[in-house]
């Protein structure tokens, strides 16, 4: 039996949101910020709870801070965002000077909810960086991430960060998640 | 007699340098294991944290966890985390709620309760104590071990393992104003804050030293956060990390340990300065509360404050962003920094809200302007473990022998802006407890 167009269309969308999260993935990892910065929605929100080791009848509904409430790892906008470019384009952010070498792996992407313009997708993330001669962190997790399609093709709207810590090992967060 | 312990020698005040053991040595990290954090105050939290009976979360003195637990009485005890059995914690969780820790490697449990079992930490409950103990096991003599001295001063609690402590408010001496302006509603209501929920712990690799150095008055390091000033992050708009302060000065206490960048006790009105301009409701609610803290004070003098440091390891942002960051040390090289955002319990949801926001790009790993400390700190604590490098000691000369009296407060020094006199005190004060007689080597005064 051959698919059905629903079949084939949801199959289209996945591939269609797989490379966009890997084509934005690159830009970071090519440090090119600044057109990064292009693949936000004005209203973007990116945000990282923080994990607590809790009793299993507080699961999972504490496990995780909550944004707009709560203290976070991350929990910011365009505005933010855009500093951040600006403060690593200045050349003596001595955190990113001389910059890190920093790969973002992605994989498990799945198309979670899709209507005509907007998606939610989930993914698992593997950012490794490596910075001067041998400090090295490495973050995993999961992403939900929610993209609007406008006139200039996808925007990102919505992104949660689950990162699989709860004392962060690295000793700061200056790479963009 | 010097003994194995005592490495007060590593600082020199006469010539102004600390050696760089002190930052880098093993022996040196469990001598201020045995012998500093063994005896100082420490913070551990914040009551709003147990808000409810029962109510506990896990916390550090120094390496080592602590669970802090509210009794059914409301009351607060810090137990040590570790079974009297063979050592293992008997609670893995952050927060939660307990009337007993139940040891899940052979079952002892401990109350939390005084009125239950005589005092708190007792233990209550081994297995097959008949049978295999033939009840011969003096279970009285097996509780957990407990801080004897316990605080708790406008909501943050603080503990001490030495009976011998002197009391928290003679501890902390006049710079209890500086954290009262941290802790007091804006409109200088005392006490009055709590934390938002969640408390931000992340690991670097530096000496803890660096932490409650680099906030207690050291000015001279704004070099590292120019790229964040070049961008402005500030609530008021422009360049910059905040708005503009009046002239700030590094007020240390000798004797203590303690010191902050702030200002000296002013009866002087003072204009609102806009902090918060890219917010105009924001603004507004802290215009108001300028005006009801000057008129608060009256003619009875008032301090600000922007960074200090609680000897040894608990510093603290007074003006916005409102923080507690406290530096855990975990090896020589490894420190686990803790931070909590402090709100106004009256303000309006907005205001804490900007609050928060402010707190989450300029402090903790995320932070704009912390990012950049945390690598200075770990490089220069890589960079000083070499055997050459640990030939010359580090540099405190900065304005040595130009302090005087801080007008208006007692046992202070001040030395302007910019100077190292802070971290003298702050090694001075260390040596003294390296070296076994931090009691004896205190300015005495009670506070008021």
Redesign the interface.
């Known amino acids: 039996m051959p698919p059905s167009e629903a079949a084939l269309s949801a199959l289209l969308l996945r591939a269609e949101i797989e490379d966009w999260l890997l084509a934005e993935a690159d830009l970071l990892d090519a440090r090119r910020f600044r057109d990064w910065l292009g693949l936000l929605h004005p209203d973007v929100r990116v945000a990282?709870p923080?994990a607590?080791?809790?009793?299993p009848d507080?699961l999972p509904a504490e496990e995780r801070?909550?944004p707009?409430?709560?203290?976070?790892?991350?929990?910011?906008g365009y505005a933010?965002l855009e500093?951040?470019v600006?403060?690593i384009e200045?050349?003596?952010?001595?955190?990113e000077e001389p910059a890190s070498r920093i790969t973002r792996i992605l994989a498990g992407i799945r198309v979670l909810e899709a209507d005509e313009d907007r998606v939610l997708a989930g993914c698992r993330f593997v950012l490794h960086r490596n910075r001067?001669e041998d400090e090295t962190d490495l973050l995993i997790g999961r992403r939900r991430d929610t993209l609007l399609r406008g006139a200039k093709g996808w925007r990102l709207l919505r992104r949660e960060v689950l990162l699989d810590q709860?004392?962060?090992?690295?000793?700061?967060?200056?790479m963009f998640l | 007699m010097a003994d194995a312990l005592d490495y007060s020698g590593l600082v020199d005040l006469a010539a102004g340098t600390v050696d760089r053991a002190a930052f880098t040595d093993p022996g040196v990290f469990q001598a201020e294991q045995e012998r500093l954090f063994t005896r100082v105050w420490l913070f551990l939290g914040h009551e709003s944290q147990i808000p409810e009976p029962e109510d506990f979360f896990t916390s550090r003195m120094g390496t080592e966890s602590v669970i802090v637990a509210r009794d059914r009485d409301g009351q607060v005890h810090a137990l040590l985390n570790s079974c009297t059995h063979r050592g293992m914690k008997v609670c893995r969780h952050d927060h939660g709620k307990a009337k007993v820790f139940t040891c899940p490697y052979h079952g002892w449990s401990f109350s939390n309760d005084g009125r239950l079992a005589g005092v708190p930490g007792a233990l209550i409950g081994v297995p097959h104590f008949d049978k295999a103990y033939r009840g011969e096991l003096r279970r009285e003599d097996w509780g957990l071990s407990r801080a004897p001295r316990l605080e708790i001063y406008k909501g943050t609690i603080w503990a001490s393992w030495d009976e011998n402590a002197p009391d928290f408010l003679d501890y902390l001496g006049d710079m209890r104003l500086y954290l009262d302006y941290a802790l007091d509603g804006r409109d200088g209501s005392p006490g009055g804050s709590r934390v938002v929920a969640g408390v931000q712990k992340w690991r670097v690799n530096c000496n803890w030293k660096f932490a409650p150095e680099n906030f207690i008055g050291d000015m001279y390091h704004d070099i590292s956060h120019r790229s964040v000033d070049l961008v402005g992050i500030g609530p008021a708009g422009g360049k910059g990390r905040r708005a503009a302060f009046r002239p700030r000065l590094a007020i240390g206490f000798p004797g203590r340990g303690h010191g902050v960048l702030g200002e000296l006790p002013t009866t002087e009105p003072e204009p609102y300065n806009d902090a918060w301009a890219l917010y105009p409701e924001v603004n507004d609610w802290y215009r108001v509360a300028h005006e009801a803290r000057l008129a608060h004070f009256a003619g009875r003098p008032r301090v600000a404050m922007s960074v200090g440091t609680i000897f040894p390891n608990m510093s603290f942002h007074g003006r916005q962003p409102r923080t507690i960051v406290v530096a855990h040390p975990v090896s020589p090289t490894v420190t686990e920094l803790w931070r909590w955002c402090l709100e106004d319990a009256a303000a309006p949801q907005a205001v804490n809200d900007a609050a928060r926001v402010y707190f989450l790009r300029y402090s903790g790993p995320g932070g704009m302007t912390e990012s950049d400390d945390m690598e200075n700190w770990s490089y220069a604590t890589a960079a000083s473990l070499g055997p050459i490098a640990r030939r010359r000691p580090y540099n405190y000369q900065m304005g040595m022998g130009h302090a005087r009296p801080a007008p208006g407060l007692r046992d202070a020094v001040e030395c302007g802006e910019l100077t190292e006199e802070n971290a003298r005190i702050f090694h001075s004060r260390w040596a003294d407890f390296l070296r076994g007689e931090p009691w004896a080597a205190r300015v005495p005064h009670a506070a008021e």
Request: proline residues 0%; glycine residues 6%; hydrophobic residues 45%.
């Open positions: 990282m923080i607590r080791n809790l009793a507080r801070t909550q707009g409430r709560d203290l976070m790892w991350v929990d910011e933010t500093q951040r600006r403060q200045t050349g003596i952010h001595w955190a001067l709860s004392v962060l090992l690295a000793k700061n967060l200056t």
